[in-house]
């Protein structure tokens, strides 16, 4: 079981709005800010939000991120195909001294 | 270009060892943390060690914690996980990733394409 609770599955069709949530704790999402990986087919993860809504260089504006207390979500707004992949969130615990993910959401685009 | 490269992966008996190296190129190696993140088939993300630069400051998971060992070499940028004590959990592909230098934020903006372990007999 992860530590942070994000859906298995999420969907949508192209040029949708779509979003994926995490749920985590105090020791958390509750009192570190929150990042989100993006994992393609067969690829390495990718650095997709840091710092709750942050978006590295290169990231489209498509891309948002946001939190709220012990929760967190991505939006994925004018859905594409090539967005299909796996999405994780992640936080520091303080309370277990390390990164914690979620367990990811597999985002098929219809 | 900014890249880490994992090697040193392959099929280990249980019980053996193994020790993964990840070779960091195109920024200054020691001024940035480094992790060990790993991937079972089919499975999600898992975060496994950090080690700070100066190699003061080392975390692990539960998981892994009296088996696996992180170190660095400044000198030769190079990242180390000797992994000790393997059992079939073990088994997954193994990510080098640096953490992003922004201060009071904890993320990973450079990842490897990762090394296969297989641990079984």
């Known amino acids: 079981q992860s530590v942070l609770t994000q859906p298995p599955s999420a969907s949508g069709t192209p040029g949708q709005r779509v979003t994926i949530s995490c749920s985590g704790s105090s020791s958390n999402i509750g009192s570190n800010t929150v990042n989100w990986y993006q994992q393609l087919p067969g690829t390495a993860p990718k650095l997709l939000i840091y710092?709750?809504?942050q978006r590295p260089s290169g990231v489209p504006d498509r891309f948002s991120g946001s939190k709220s207390g012990t929760s967190a979500s991505l939006a994925i707004s004018g859905l594409q195909s090539e967005d299909e992949a796996d999405y994780y969130c992640a936080a520091w615990d303080d309370s277990l001294d390390g990164v914690v993910f979620g367990g990811g959401t597999r985002l098929t685009v219809l | 270009e900014v890249q880490v490269v994992e090697s040193g992966g392959g099929l280990v008996q249980p019980g053996g060892s193994l020790r993964l190296s990840c070779a960091g190129s195109g920024f200054t190696f020691s001024d940035y943390t480094m992790n060990w993140v790993r991937q079972a088939p089919g499975k999600g993300l898992e975060w496994l060690s950090y080690?700070?630069?100066?190699?003061?400051?080392?975390y692990y998971a539960d998981s892994v914690k009296g088996r696996f060992t992180i170190s660095r070499d400044n000198a030769k940028d190079s990242l180390f996980l000797q992994m000790n004590s393997l059992r079939a959990e073990d088994t997954a592909v193994y990510y080098c990733?640096?953490?992003?230098?922004?201060?009071?934020?904890?993320?990973?903006?450079?990842w490897g394409k990762g090394t296969s372990v297989t641990v079984s007999s």
């Open positions: 080690i700070s630069g100066s190699s003061y400051t080392i």
């Open positions: 990733a640096r953490r992003g230098v922004v201060a009071a934020t904890f993320y990973m903006d450079v």
């Open positions: 710092s709750n809504n």
